[in-house]
């Protein structure tokens, strides 16, 4: 059974910090791998889509990476700011263009001014 | 503004009285999906659609139902809730499925459902 997991649950680090948050999968047969960010009460953002035949992702002050033989992803987030506190998840894809999701539980990031 | 609407946002309902939670979507996609939200169980897929009159279950599709008979649509319904279904529900679009980097996922800002 695939599993995806986030490690740490929670995250707090005080403003202007570089930070990265984890991701690993059980199985290295992925399609792609998808970072999202959730605010309270708001649905799934999606921020970056690796495709397995990719090493890494850029957009803005993020970067993801995607290391299959692994099973691994990070999330690095450049010069945090209070506006990036947020729920991240990671969900891989081994289905292909109809393929499901399997999400990660995510990591609750807190920038302190 | 490109979105994916949902309603209601809030539903709290007793068990066994059939309910439906709208979806729609004005940007076109022809894929179209619902999930539910647990603690501790993260977002599970209940059914997706690739397109108009096509539809296929998710993970935990036991007790729902959808159609898929306008590409702008996706009602998810529920016949007989039971409280085992209290969840937070998220439908998401796309412009084609689930792979592509120019098709990424929209979801709407959820239905909070709690059935006593």
């Known amino acids: 059974k695939q599993e995806v997991t986030q490690i740490p649950a929670a995250l707090s680090v005080p403003e202007g910090e570089n930070l990265v948050l984890n991701c690993s999968f059980t199985?290295?047969?992925?399609?792609?791998l998808q970072w999202f960010r959730q605010d309270p009460g708001k649905g799934l953002t999606s921020l970056l889509l690796?495709?397995?035949?990719?090493r890494e992702q850029t957009s803005g002050r993020l970067n993801a990476s995607l290391d299959k033989s692994s099973g691994r992803s990070t999330l690095y987030i450049a010069a945090s700011q209070p506006g990036d506190s947020a729920t991240y998840l990671c969900?891989?894809?081994?289905?292909?263009?109809?393929?499901?999701?399997?999400f990660g539980k995510g990591t609750k990031l807190s920038v302190k001014p | 503004e490109a979105q994916v609407t949902q309603n209601p946002r809030y539903l709290i309902t007793v068990t066994g009285k059939k309910l439906t939670v709208t979806c729609s979507q004005n940007?076109?996609?022809?894929?179209m999906s619902w999930y539910r939200q647990d603690p501790g169980l993260g977002l599970r897929q209940i059914y997706y659609?690739?397109?108009?009159?096509?539809?296929d279950k998710g993970d935990v599709p036991e007790g729902y139902k959808v159609s898929r008979k306008e590409k702008r649509n996706f009602p998810l319904i529920l016949e007989s809730p039971s409280p085992n279904q209290t969840s937070l529900y998220f439908c998401?679009?796309?412009?084609?499925?689930?792979?592509?980097?120019?098709?990424?996922?929209?979801f709407g800002n959820g239905t909070r459902l709690t059935v006593t």
């Open positions: 998401a679009s796309s412009r084609k499925g689930t792979g592509g980097n120019n098709s990424p996922l929209h």
């Open positions: 199985d290295s047969a992925i399609y792609n």
């Open positions: 690796i495709q397995s035949s990719q």
């Open positions: 969900a891989s894809n081994y289905g292909g263009s109809q393929g499901n999701l399997i």
């Open positions: 940007m076109n996609h022809e894929y």
């Open positions: 659609s690739m397109n108009v009159e096509v539809t």
